[in-house]
C-alpha cells in the first residue's frame, strides 16, 4: 500500500508479525532526519497477551490494542543520550522543555517512517493518540525512566478489513503561500463544506442530536473540560520525567 | 530515493520545484493519520527571496534557506478548526497545552509523509530542528494567528550534492521487549562504540579540544544553558499563541 492509498486498520488476522520483519521495519525507520543525529527515541515492543491487556485501560480499552500481534509505544527518549554523557565526562542538560519537545520531534518522525514502511509491506497500523492522553499510566506500565516520555502507540498487525478511506480537507484548507492568510467565513464554508456534507457525518450530527457537526467534537469527542484535565495530566507527568520545573 | 537510502540535502539546483508537484506531494501527504480526522497543521510555503531572507535569521542562517528553491514552515494548527466551530455554534475547547501536542503530533505526521514523498520523486530535503530554538520570530514572519505554532521547517529543492548516509545506533540501543530496559555500562558503551569509532566523529573530538565525542554535544552542540533559555522561550512562545496558561 502506498501513501497515497493508505487507511488506518483497525482489525487484525491472527497471523503473527515476524520479529525479523519488525527489525527490519523499525531499523529502516531510523533513517529519518534527527536532532544532531543523536536519534531520540525509544520504542517499546508489546507482544504479550498480559502487555497487551495491561495498556489496554490507558487507551481506553480500544479493541485494537488486545486485537493486535504487535503495539508499539514510540517515546521521546533523552535519557539514553544522557546516559552517555555521564559515561563520558561530559555534562548533560537535556532535563527541560525545549528537550522534550526535540525528543517528541524525532520520535514522531521515526514513528511515520515506520508506519509507512509498514504498510509497503501490506501491514494495517492504526495510530492511537490516547498515549498523551494518560501518560502516566503508560509510564508505569513500560518503566519508563525519567527523561523518556510516550508520545504515540501503534496497533501493527495484517489487516483483516478493508475500509474506505476517509476524507481530507482540500489543501486550499492547509497550505499558504509565503504567510498565514486567515480564514474568512466563506474560505471555512468552503473548505469544511465536502465533510459537512459526507452521509456518514450527517448520521454523527444526528444520533449525538447536535445542531452542527462542529458540535459533536466540542461537545462530545474533544471536550474542553477533558482537554483541560488531560492538559494537567500531561504537564504533570512531564514534571515527573525530568522535562518540566 | 527510498526510506532506506534517504539522506539529508543541503545543496539544491536553481531549477524550481512547480507548484503541481508540490501541490500534490503536499496533498498526498495529508492522507497521514490525523486526530478525529482534524487535520490539525498547516503548511506555509516560502518562495520568494524577502520571504527567505526573513525567516534565514530564525535558523541561525544556515545556507539551506536562502539556497533551496522552497522552505516550507509546517504548523500546529488549531485555529482552523476553532473559526470552524465558532461558525457552527460550537463552543471550541483548544486553547490548552493538550491541544497543541496534539496538534504537533498531526503536524509532524504530515511532515515526514512530505518528505518521503518528494524524496520518492527524486527531490531533496533538510529537516530544520531550528523552528522551536526561536518560534516568536517565525510566527511575526509568517503572522500565524493564536492557536497555530511552527514545529517543523523543510527546506526542498533538486539535490546539488550526494552526502554519504550519516550512521545510526544499532537497533538493540533503540528497541525494547515489553518494558523498558535501562542502560548498563557495557550497554552504553557497545551501542555507542561504532559512533564513536568513526573518522570524522574523531575528527569532531580533536578540533574542539575535547576529551569524548559526548563533551562535543554538551559543551559545543547542545548546551544545558542554551537549552535552558530556548525552554523559556518556547513556554513564552506557547503562552502567546493561546496554548499554555
Not at 149 to 168: C, S, Y
Not at 185 to 206: A, G, H, M, Q
Amino acid at each position: 500500500m502506498t501513501i497515497k492509498e493508505r487507511k488506518t486498520i483497525r482489525k487484525y488476522k491472527e497471523d503473527d508479525v515476524s520479529p525479523e520483519l519488525l527489525d527490519e521495519l523499525l531499523t529502516t525507520a531510523a533513517r529519518a532526519a534527527t536532532m544532531g543525529n543523536i536519534q531520540l527515541y525509544s520504542a517499546i515492543v508489546t507482544r504479550s497477551e498480559e502487555g497487551k491487556a495491561a495498556l489496554a485501560p490507558f487507551h481506553f480499552n480500544q479493541p485494537m490494542v488486545k486485537g493486535a500481534p504487535v503495539v508499539i509505544t514510540f517515546c521521546a527518549d533523552f535519557n539514553r543520550f544522557t546516559e552517555w554523557c555521564n559515561q563520558r565526562q561530559a555534562t548533560p542538560g537535556y532535563d527541560n522543555f525545549l528537550s522534550f519537545i526535540n525528543a517528541m520531534s524525532d520520535t514522531l518522525l521515526f514513528t511515520q517512517n515506520f508506519c509507512t514502511l509498514a504498510e509497503e509491506v501490506g501491514l494495517g497500523t492504526c495510530y492511537l493518540g490516547t498515549t498523551v492522553y494518560n501518560p502516566m499510566g503508560i509510564i508505569e506500565t513500560l518503566r519508563l525512566p525519567r527523561l523518556t516520555f510516550p508520545v504515540a502507540t501503534i496497533t501493527l498487525g495484517w489487516p483483516d478489513e478493508d475500509p474506505a478511506q476517509t476524507d481530507r480537507l482540500p489543501l486550499e484548507g492547509i497550505a499558504h503561500s509565503e504567510y498565514y492568510h486567515n480564514y474568512t467565513d466563506d474560505d471555512i464554508d468552503r473548505i469544511y463544506s465536502r465533510k459537512e456534507s459526507l452521509p456518514e457525518n450527517k448520521t454523527f450530527v444526528e444520533i449525538n442530536d447536535k445542531l452542527t457537526l462542529a458540535q459533536v467534537f466540542t461537545d462530545c469527542r474533544y471536550t474542553k473540560k477533558d482537554n483541560e484535565a488531560m492538559s494537567a495530566g500531561m504537564i504533570e507527568a512531564l514534571k515527573h520525567q525530568g522535562f518540566l520545573e
